[in-house]
């Protein structure tokens, strides 16, 4: 069996920034990288932001994979480990300085779909009439609860605030599971779950800004997400998607670090004998 592409998309969270999400497809494996906000100017990793250096090594690295799921992983984070040994500049600021991503990778092995994932990039799939994410379902309640603490329309100016950013600094000191520039550490959170493979399956990887539908603005449930993309497709989503966000630009109604997340998402569907 193998990944056939049927749409992806990818939007920056504004129009004059950049897009520090990546997503592709091979034959038999697929990825999302969401690349987490900078919270510093550039100058660790040169004229490049850490989150974009990430996500373009993070990138390259899955496009020349080939292979079974976790020995694809592996490689991956040894790349981003040796490329920030290599493109380094200086000794980083803080903890919080550092290059910090989520992901999502699936992969065809025999007849199982095999998905691995750190942090928070989601995964559907649909086999028949059932439908059921593969990570962990999409839950932005502590964040959400973050942003509302520190006042009404905090996400309104994005994360520059010093408030802000002196929240998003102290919650990046504190240990958590990412995708980094440490192999083992990388290597250590992610988890992996397989399921049966049928021809005819769908199969969504989505960046959390697009997951924002189910979470943060409880649009669709996976029943009805899928019914929705099966008849309007993946652009459709993201003009709903966006137009909640644009509708609560002072981001009152839904507590948030910034109006808009990049969104990103690609829709594979499984063909090939079984």
């Not at 592996?74 to 920030?84: K, L, P």
């Not at 644009?246 to 808009?260: G, H, I, T, V, W």
Request: contains cysteine.
């Amino acid at each position: 069996m193998h990944f056939d592409l049927i749409q992806a998309l990818s939007l920056a969270g504004k129009h004059d920034t950049p897009n520090d999400d990546r997503i592709g497809c091979a034959d038999s494996h697929a990825w999302v990288i969401d690349g987490a906000t900078d919270l510093g100017e550039p100058g660790l990793l040169g004229a490049r932001g850490g989150a974009a250096w990430l996500a373009a090594n993070a990138q390259r690295a899955f496009a020349g994979a080939t292979g079974v799921l976790r020995p694809i992983c592996d490689s991956v984070f040894e790349e981003i480990a040796q490329a920030y040994q290599r493109d380094r500049q200086r000794d980083p600021v803080a903890i919080w300085e550092l290059p910090r991503a989520a992901f999502a990778a699936v992969a065809l092995e025999g007849d199982e779909l095999v998905c691995a994932h750190l942090a928070d990039c989601v995964v559907l799939h649909r086999s028949g009439n059932a439908v059921r994410f593969l990570t962990p379902e999409p839950d932005r309640e502590a964040e959400q609860a973050e942003a509302a603490a520190l006042g009404p329309g905090t996400g309104a100016h994005g994360v520059r605030t010093p408030a802000v950013l002196a929240d998003r600094r102290a919650s990046r000191e504190r240990p958590r599971a990412v995708l980094g520039v440490d192999a083992a550490l990388s290597r250590e959170g992610t988890l992996y779950s397989r399921v049966s493979a049928t021809p005819g399956d769908d199969v969504l990887l989505m960046s959390d800004g697009f997951a924002a539908l189910f979470d943060t603005y409880r649009a669709y449930d996976p029943d009805t997400f899928i019914a929705r993309l099966h008849s309007h497709g993946l652009a459709d989503l993201a003009q709903t998607l966006r137009a909640i966000e644009q509708q609560d630009a002072a981001c009152l109604d839904y507590p948030r670090f910034k109006m808009s997340d990049d969104a990103s998402a690609i829709w594979l569907r499984i063909v090939g004998p079984r």
